[in-house]
C-alpha cells in the first residue's frame, strides 16, 4: 500500500476519507465495527483513529466526598489502527499527540507503530487538558506539533529520544499536520497561524487536514493564503456533518467556527436533533459536491456521532 501522502500527492478523483473516535474506557468495540462496517463500503483511501490526552476526573464517593483520578477516557488508538489494517484492508492514520506526553513515551508509541507496519501518522499538539485554560506539556514533551514532527523526522533517522544512535526506521514515518480555515482559537491573526503551519510543513509534514469548516470560501481562501506563504503541500478540507441542537452553540465557542447566515437562518428554524441532523446532511453534500468539483484530494469526514449521516452523503456524492 502506498503512503497516504504519496497517495494525496498523486493524480486521483478526489477520494473519501474519514475519522473515528476510539470507544470510551470500559466499552466494547462492537460498535466501532459497526461504524467502520457502515462507511467501509464507500471505499475510504484512510481512516483516521483519534488520540485523547489523560484527563483528571472527579467520582463521588458518598457523602459529599469526591476521589479524584486521572485517566485516558479513550484509550486504544493503535490497537484501533490495527484492527482497521487486518480486518478491512484500509490505510490507518493513527493520531500522534503531544498531550502530556514525554519525548520517551511518544518515542514508545513510535516504536509499536512500526513494529506492527502503521507508518501513516497525523501529527498534531492535541486539546488542553479540559478543567485547564491553556495547553501545559509534560516538561520533556513538546509544546507545538511542530517540535514533535522534529522527533519524528529523528526517529525516522535512528536518532533517539535522548540522543543516542539507533538504526533509521523503514519506510519512515509519513504524516500530515492540522490547519486552521478560521484561524486556531490560540493564534494572534490569521497570518502568524500560517507562519506556524509553514513550520510544521517545513519540519517535514506532507499534508495538511484542515479544521471543519462550513462555508467552503473561508477553505477555498486559507488554500490561497497558503500558496501564496509557500504552503505547496496537499491541503485535504475536513467536514462535519451537524446532527444536533446542542452542536449550534457547541461548535462557535468550542472551535471558534462562523456558521454562515444562511446555515443559521436554517437551523433556526430547527426544534429536534433530528430537524439538525437533516439540515445537517444537506448542507454538507453542497459543500462535499462543490469541494468534489474544486477536484479537492479527499475530503475528510468527521464521523463521530455522525456515521449514519457520512453515509447519507457519500452515498450521494461519491
Ligand atoms: P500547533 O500546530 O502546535 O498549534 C497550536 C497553536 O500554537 C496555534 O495557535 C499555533 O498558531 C501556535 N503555534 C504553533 N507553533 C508555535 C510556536 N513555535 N510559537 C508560538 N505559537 C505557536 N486533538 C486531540 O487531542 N486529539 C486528536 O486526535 C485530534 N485530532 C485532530 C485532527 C484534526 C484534523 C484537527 C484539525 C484537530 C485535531 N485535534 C485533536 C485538535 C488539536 O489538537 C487542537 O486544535 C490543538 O489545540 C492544536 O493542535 P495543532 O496540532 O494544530 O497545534
Known sequence: MESVASFLASEHPTAFSFEILPPLRGKSINNTYADLDRLVEFNPAYINITTHRTEVTYRHIGGGSYRQATSRRRPGTVAIAAVIRERYGVRPVPHIICGEYSRREIEDQLIDLS??????????RGDRERSASTFICDPDGHEHAASLADQIVDFNRGIMA??????????????GVAGYPEKHEEAMNAQIDLINLKHKVDAGASYVVTQMFFDNEKYFDFVKRARESGITVPIVPGIKPLTSLRQLSLIPRVFHIDLPPVLAERLLQCKTDEDVREVGVEWAIAQARELKAAAVPSIHFYAMHAVQSVARIAKEVY
Open 115 to 124: 513494529y506492527l507496519g502503521i507508518n501513516d501518522i497525523l501529527v498534531l
Open 162 to 175: 535522548d540522543g543516542t544512535e539507533a538504526e533509521p526506521v523503514f519506510p519512515p514515518f509519513t504524516f
